[in-house]
């Protein structure tokens, strides 16, 4: 069984608008990553967070982290057609080995 | 573009035959990862390497096998191909020794057993 589900399984917004998904896992980890993939292509890392840290931000994204709950939301705001993609959440239960992903989200970026 | 390159880009095979997938690490890393992507689903974890051992293994059979290399390049072997088999391949290179352990991806290998 996967560690990471992500919510929802897909997403249809305008430009210019916001989107979030969710993540959320069953065990303890180290850390979680999101990446973004583009039609059948390799993962893009996009951001990193700790088990320790409760937000980060990396441009248009923010990502946090709720350890009690056990799980993790990516917003990106001001979305644009380029971001048309699946988004993945991924955890690692020991350092460094056995990552887990989620199934993903689609999100669809519409001009 | 990442620095960690895979061949071939697409492959076809038989039921039964055997493939071996490469896959070249990002400069100044050490670490490979190989995952198995069906169609629509997450990348699933098959093995990682480290400085030439096996260092994880996710739930595949036997039949999945690596090597990573002196110079950290990497290979996955399947032996007797099976249809649900096909999937894209992709390979991940990180450096243990870092913080995070951020990994990046190649384009993938896109396999398709017939």
């Known amino acids: 069984s996967q560690q990471g589900e992500e919510d929802p399984q897909a997403l249809s917004i305008q430009e210019g608008e916001n989107a979030t998904m969710n993540c959320s896992y069953k065990t303890s980890i180290n850390n979680l990553q999101w990446y973004r993939q583009n039609s059948g292509r390799g993962l893009v890392h996009l951001i990193l967070?700790?088990?320790?840290?409760r937000e980060k931000h990396s441009g248009r994204l923010r990502v946090t982290l709720d350890t009690s709950k056990k799980s993790s939301s990516l917003l990106i705001t001001a979305s644009r057609a380029a971001d048309t993609a699946s988004y993945f959440c991924a955890t690692d239960d020991n350092y460094g080995q056995n990552f887990v992903f989620g199934p993903g989200t689609r999100l669809s970026v519409l001009p | 573009e990442t620095g960690v390159t895979q061949s071939p880009t697409h492959l076809i095979k038989t039921r039964g035959q055997q493939v071996t997938l490469r896959c070249s690490s990002q400069?100044?890393?050490?670490?490979v990862s190989w995952y198995q992507q069906a169609l629509g689903q997450g990348p699933q974890f098959i093995f990682q390497y480290y400085r030439e051992e096996e260092n994880g293994r996710g739930n595949f059979p036997p039949r999945f096998s690596g090597l990573q290399f002196p110079n950290y390049s990497s290979e996955l072997n399947v032996n007797a191909l099976e249809l649900d088999d096909s999937a894209l391949y992709l390979c991940?290179?990180?450096?243990?020794?870092?913080?995070?352990?951020?990994?990046?991806f190649g384009p993938g290998t896109r396999l398709t057993v017939l």
């Open positions: 967070i700790r088990s320790n840290e």
């Open positions: 400069s100044g890393h050490n670490t």
């Open positions: 991940a290179s990180s450096s243990w020794d870092s913080i995070g352990n951020e990994q990046f």
